[in-house]
């Protein structure tokens, strides 16, 4: 399985969790935090704006209130108006103005303008102004940014029309302008309160999820401790109570993990105890044959006593070398990480199999025969397409049947009968080795394949083939079953070895 690749950059899986989790948290959040403050401080600038207007609508509105009709004119209550002092800045000043246009039949202008009050040259309106009720017809106001002196401003204009004593009708149009400056102050100054205040959101999110990471990991951390001053002998599982419910599967691996390697290192001491006995006794036997082959004074007999001691060397290296062989095949029953299995003819390989113990058959005046996967009538010799397709490795596959054909030629009295076949059945391609021996009783086919385990009322061998059978069978994806094998003469079964693996592609029923 491919190996998850993480999101986040390099520098941040090196740092560890807390820094993973804050790379993923303080975007999000800070990108959450910068949308409120903004949403927060358009709506504070709006609100602050929407008071200062109010401030010189309500001058407005006092100008428009203070002027009075006679027959004389219009003219305003109060006789003069507020100058800005001389310390006030030009971006803070305020301005009030108020004029007085007359107006022809149609309402349109029919003269100058005429200043009752304040500067006459503020800007005039730049957007159209709309009417309201303030409880005189034709009042409109209206709100706009200007330019006065080189300096912003911000504008409220009112204008209504008037109707004198002598029926002249005249526009009345008040202005009062202030510089921007405060308001601009007022925005920054709440733009710097803003961001200050997501700034210290981040700094104590960033502390919270530190100091909550610190002491959640706890647990994992006296775990890495544990681990850490534990001697390298002991395997005992690690306590898995003490650690977040998200952790206790990855204890739990680890615990299974224990039990396998502390299995394992059972199986490796009791092979080491076993292989060190099976090979005492031939030594033993060796050492006393020596020492009679020393004190012997007939030449004869010397030499019977040192073709005794060859025979028993040729049996311990037989030993050893089903010991290397038993060892290989369980280191490699865990296979190799990548490692390319072929496809192989597992027909081919039983063929070379029978046709290798055909010889020693003979000798022991058996019957061995072979059921071809592709059919009777294939001539021997004849080559194509693998028939019974597996991927495993050939060698090892010769050495699983290899050991099947030479357990039942051993215990296969003489004339009896064998037989060797391959077929594909549900799936799956069997190499069966069939016997009229003695078989195996039901309750010891498990017992068989443990190592030193010897069958049979005169024992030979050292109890190692089917071991190693098996092992090799189990590396390659397969196994090996027993069940009744041909009738034998006298009443009963003898017993059928089958290596059973998974057929690779399609390969034909038989």
């Known amino acids: 399985m491919p190996e998850a690749r993480s999101l986040l950059p390099a520098w941040t899986r090196r740092l560890g969790i807390r820094a993973q989790l804050l790379a993923l948290l303080l975007p999000g959040m800070a990108a959450l935090l910068a949308i409120d403050s903004w949403t927060d401080y358009h709506a504070y600038s709006a609100t602050l704006s929407d008071a200062w207007d109010q401030v010189l609508l309500e001058r407005v509105l006092a100008l428009d209130h203070s002027a009075s009709v006679d027959a004389r004119g219009v003219d305003l209550m109060q006789p003069s108006a507020p100058q800005p002092t001389p310390e006030t800045t030009p971006d803070r000043q305020k301005h009030l103005h108020v004029g007085v246009v007359p107006l022809d039949a149609s309402g349109q202008p029919a003269g100058p303008e005429h200043t009752l009050m304040g500067p006459a040259d503020l800007p005039a309106a730049s957007v159209p102004l709309l009417p309201v009720s303030t409880g005189e017809r034709g009042a409109t106001i209206g709100f706009y940014e200007a330019q006065y002196h080189g300096h912003p401003v911000r504008v409220a204009a009112l204008t209504r029309v008037l109707q004198d004593g002598q029926g002249q009708r005249r526009e009345l149009r008040v202005q009062a302008a202030e510089g921007t400056g405060v308001r601009e102050q007022a925005r920054q100054d709440l733009l710097r309160r803003e961001v200050l205040a997501?700034?210290?959101?981040?700094?104590?999110?960033?502390?919270?999820?530190?100091?909550?990471?610190?002491?959640?990991?706890?647990?994992?951390?006296?775990?890495?401790?544990?681990?850490?001053?534990?001697?390298?002998?002991?395997?005992?599982?690690?306590?898995?109570?003490?650690?977040?419910?998200?952790?206790?599967?990855?204890?739990?691996?680890?615990?299974?993990?224990?039990?396998?390697?502390?299995?394992?290192?059972?199986?490796?001491?009791?092979?080491?105890?076993?292989?060190?006995?099976?090979?005492?006794?031939?030594?033993?036997?060796?050492?006393?044959?020596?020492?009679?082959?020393?004190?012997?004074?007939?030449?004869?007999?010397?030499?019977?006593?040192?073709?005794?001691?060859?025979?028993?060397?040729?049996?311990?290296?037989?030993?050893?070398?089903?010991?290397?062989?038993?060892?290989?095949?369980?280191?490699?029953?865990?296979?190799?990480?990548?490692?390319?299995?072929?496809?192989?003819?597992?027909?081919?390989?039983?063929?070379?199999?029978?046709?290798?113990?055909?010889?020693?058959?003979?000798?022991?005046?058996?019957?061995?025969?072979?059921?071809?996967?592709?059919?009777?009538?294939?001539?021997?010799?004849?080559?194509?397409?693998?028939?019974?397709?597996?991927?495993?490795?050939?060698?090892?596959?010769?050495?699983?049947?290899?050991?099947?054909?030479?357990?039942?030629?051993?215990?296969?009295?003489?004339?009896?009968?064998?037989?060797?076949?391959?077929?594909?059945?549900?799936g799956n391609a069997l190499a069966e080795v069939q016997d009229s021996g003695p078989g195996i009783p039901l309750d010891r086919h498990e017992a068989v394949f443990r190592r030193f385990q010897r069958e049979g009322a005169q024992p030979s061998g050292a109890g190692l083939g089917l071991a190693i059978a098996r092992a090799y069978a189990r590396r390659n994806g397969g196994d090996i079953v027993f069940t009744p094998g041909e009738p034998r003469a006298g009443g009963g079964h003898g017993l059928c070895a089958a290596l059973q693996l998974p057929v690779s592609g399609t390969a034909p029923a038989h």
């Open 198 to 426: 997501v700034a210290r959101m981040l700094l104590v999110m960033v502390a919270v999820v530190w100091i909550g990471l610190a002491w959640i990991l706890k647990p994992l951390e006296r775990l890495r401790d544990m681990l850490r001053d534990r001697p390298a002998q002991q395997l005992a599982p690690l306590d898995a109570s003490q650690v977040p419910g998200e952790v206790a599967p990855l204890v739990e691996a680890v615990n299974h993990h224990i039990a396998d390697h502390r299995a394992l290192l059972q199986q490796q001491a009791e092979f080491l105890a076993d292989a060190s006995h099976q090979l005492r006794t031939p030594l033993a036997i060796m050492m006393t044959q020596a020492g009679y082959a020393l004190r012997e004074q007939d030449p004869e007999r010397t030499r019977e006593t040192l073709h005794a001691i060859v025979g028993q060397l040729g049996r311990s290296r037989r030993l050893s070398d089903q010991l290397l062989a038993l060892a290989h095949a369980s280191r490699a029953e865990e296979g190799e990480a990548g490692e390319e299995i072929p496809v192989v003819d597992l027909n081919r390989v039983a063929r070379e199999v029978v046709l290798q113990y055909l010889a020693l058959a003979h000798e022991k005046n058996l019957d061995l025969g072979w059921r071809d996967a592709r059919g009777d009538d294939m001539p021997d010799g004849a080559e194509g397409a693998p028939a019974v397709p597996v991927r495993a490795q050939a060698p090892e596959l010769h050495e699983v049947l290899a050991n099947l054909l030479d357990n039942a030629i051993r215990h296969t009295p003489n004339g009896g009968r064998i037989t060797v076949g391959v077929r594909v059945h549900e």
